[in-house]
């Protein structure tokens, strides 16, 4: 076999791979009880669920800066859940059969949402009180697109909660 053809061969072998019900890290998204899990590894503290499903985490990123920068970024796939009084980041355990908390980022500690965009792709990029920042993107079901109307859906929640918190009027 020649050289060409084996490079042909190992381009190709991801496309051969079957895409399964579970994401790396998020689960078994479309299972019935997927939304059972994800409440499951809620803190009761963290109150009521609000918004979740696949999706990434970008610690320490504001928005897609690296992009312009050219460097490689970090990111956690997962589980993004929106509570209550809380952004959770949780990831499937095999071995225990259900959604762990991996990260915590209570919701009083957030001074700033934007959203940022680069071509067609969106996050949700949160300021802290420690002036630190952290991006978030949702994902479809199928782990290989962006959820983009739901990244929005989750900017536009986090902004009321901003006000709300800050009793300030709606926009």
Request: positive net charge.
């Amino acid at each position: 076999m020649g050289p060409m053809r084996r490079l042909l061969g190992i381009l190709s072998l991801p496309l051969a791979v079957p895409v399964g019900c579970a994401l790396l890290g998020a689960g078994p998204v479309s299972a019935p009880n997927f939304p059972d899990l994800v409440r499951q590894a809620v803190p009761p503290e963290d109150g009521d669920v609000l918004l979740f499903g696949p999706g990434r985490w970008f610690p320490n990123a504001g928005g897609f800066k690296h992009a312009y920068s050219g460097r490689v970024e970090a990111q956690i796939a997962g589980v993004l859940v929106i509570a209550e009084n809380a952004i959770l980041v949780q990831q499937w355990d095999e071995t225990r059969g259900r959604l762990e908390p991996l990260k915590r980022f209570p919701l009083a500690s957030a001074t700033a949402v934007t959203l940022a965009s680069f071509g067609l792709n969106r996050r949700l990029v949160v300021r802290w009180q420690d002036v630190s920042v952290d991006s978030f993107a949702f994902q479809q079901l199928n782990g290989a697109f962006l959820d983009n109307a739901k990244t929005e859906q989750a900017v536009d929640l986090m902004r009321s909660k901003l006000r709300e918190r800050r009793k300030e009027p709606a926009e």
